[in-house]
């Protein structure tokens, strides 16, 4: 995309009140959720100093202040959704505002983005804190047919929540779509209201509202993403699954000998830098399981590269961010680069080039007890590997009942670019390296 731009302050009539607007943060979204002011209305603030942080689908962005003054309003609550562009902030400053510069465009600096390199297109959203109830002068993005049908039925398409590409809506989103004349303020977290007799609240609308029996939670940020994602996953890409168990004794066994010894000491030598190893180990072997499809051009693009996506539990929702080109990475490396990932998730500083451009996807589900899953594929990827817990079974080895450390791999993957025989021979290497790591020691 070109240089993101930030929306130069507005001022009232003497000059001297600016309006900031929540500038275009440069990743090819419409709008953020508010997260908090670090400034209260009264409070004098500097130039570059923070003012808000505000939640996109990626990750918690600072926002600095682009002029200095007085607070004199807020001009959104956290939990907001703000489209890009709305204004966040109104400051007074007695100094003589200058000119916008008309020669160059501003681009965006927030810390962890930068300038993008091409035009991504941008619907805005409208939200209960900025939407009017009366139809938007701009032009929603909708397919001809939506757009038809919208006018027939007397929906407004800027209040319809798009699934087509780069978020147009279609006439599958209109026909579900329920006009609306008044967007109504979302329940938030904590928003307990007590209930009479029968249990319910109404509204003038008789919509309910929560009860002391229900508590009800914003889908914001990351979730809301997340959702999306997830519902795009299983809507267009046809997927399949397949699994197998393998004794990963030898693996076990191998990790708890390398935990002794100089080269990982300082590190966090898990199971799943191991699986991490023997996946990249099979790629190599089988590149087509690391390919997207293009639909545009109805082709298959093969990635000579790995960028692998570790699944991440956090505080704000599932997130995923990727280790570029670790397909190079050592075995120590990867443990390094995947503690990182993990921490750079939770703590809520993962940038939007942390979390973008993944070309394969592990998800660790054994950490919470679990067998295995059918994990959903990844929009832009081919497949995602599940590792389930390991556990101390019984096990035939060398043809006797043995105590062993045994899991459950699950490869789910896209079935236009992987068919059943490259799965089923990935996710058999793949389990191959496990049960016989020493035929890594190579890569290692």
Same mark, same amino acid.
Request: hydrophobic share 40%; with cysteine.
């Given at each position: =995309? ?17 309006? /900031? ?20 209305? @009264? ?70 983005? @930068? ?13 209960? #804190?900025?939407?009017? #109830?009366?139809?938007? !002068? ?35 989103d209109v026909r579900s779509a329920v006009p609306v004349t008044q967007p109504r303020t979302p329940a938030r977290l904590g928003d307990v209201v007590r209930?009479? #007799? ?31 994602? =997830? ?11 397949? /699994?197998?168990?393998?004794?990963? !004794? ?13 080269? /990982? ?36 693009? !093969? ?40 921490? !750079? ?42 590792? @389930? ?5 019984p096990w035939v080895f060398r043809d006797e009942l043995a105590v062993r450390w045994v899991t459950t791999l699950g490869l789910s993957f896209d079935h ?16 191959? /390296? ?11």
């Amino acid at each position: =995309m070109k240089g993101a731009l930030v929306p130069e302050p507005a001022a009232d009539d003497d000059g001297h009140v600016l309006e /900031f607007r929540l500038p275009d943060l440069g990743e090819g979204l419409a709008d953020g959720d508010l997260v908090s002011w670090a400034v209260a209305v @009264g409070d004098t603030v500097e130039l570059n100093q923070t003012i808000a942080e505000v939640e996109t689908a990626k990750a918690v962005v600072a926002l600095p202040s682009p002029f200095s003054g007085v607070v004199v309003e807020l001009l959104a609550q956290p939990g907001d959704t703000v489209p890009v562009g709305a204004p966040l902030i109104r400051v007074r400053n007695d100094l003589e505002v200058s000119a916008p510069p008309t020669a160059e465009p501003r681009t965006n600096v927030l810390v962890g983005y @930068g300038p993008e390199a091409e035009s991504t297109s941008r619907r805005r959203k409208a939200t209960p #804190s900025m939407a009017s #109830s009366t139809p938007s !002068t701009h032009r929603a993005a909708a397919t001809p047919a939506a757009r038809k049908l919208a006018k027939e039925l007397g929906i407004d398409l800027w209040f319809v929540a798009g699934s087509g590409p780069e978020g147009a809506v279609t006439v599958d989103d209109v026909r579900s779509a329920v006009p609306v004349t008044q967007p109504r303020t979302p329940a938030r977290l904590g928003d307990v209201v007590r209930a009479p #007799s029968n249990g319910h609240i109404t509204d003038g609308d008789g919509l309910i509202e929560p009860t002391a029996r229900e508590e009800r939670t914003p889908v914001t940020g990351i979730r809301k993403r997340t959702a999306a994602a =997830m519902q795009a996953s299983s809507r267009t890409i046809p997927q399949a699954s397949t /699994f197998v168990t393998v004794d990963c !004794t030898a693996s076990v066994e191998l990790l708890d000998h390398l935990r002794t010894t100089k080269s /990982f000491e300082g590190l966090t030598l898990t199971p799943l830098a191991l699986v991490a190893k023997a996946t990249l180990a099979a790629i190599a072997e089988y590149p087509g399981i690391n390919t997207a499809w293009d639909e545009q051009n109805q082709e298959i693009v !093969t990635k000579h590269y790995v960028n692998l996506g570790i699944a991440v539990a956090s505080d704000r929702g599932l997130m995923v961010p990727n280790l570029k080109e670790a397909q190079s990475l050592s075995l120590r490396e990867l443990c390094r680069e995947i503690s990182w990932a993990a921490d !750079t998730a939770r703590s809520g500083n993962a940038t939007p080039n942390d979390l973008r451009g993944g070309t394969f996807t592990l998800t660790n589900v054994g950490v919470f007890g679990v067998d295995s899953g059918v994990a959903l594929v990844n929009p832009g990827e081919a497949a995602i590997l599940c590792l @389930g817990s390991i556990r101390k079974r019984p096990w035939v080895f060398r043809d006797e009942l043995a105590v062993r450390w045994v899991t459950t791999l699950g490869l789910s993957f896209d079935h236009r670019m992987v068919d059943g025989e490259l799965g089923a021979r990935f996710l058999a290497t793949t389990a191959g /390296f496990l049960e016989d790591p020493l035929t890594l020691l190579s890569r290692i």
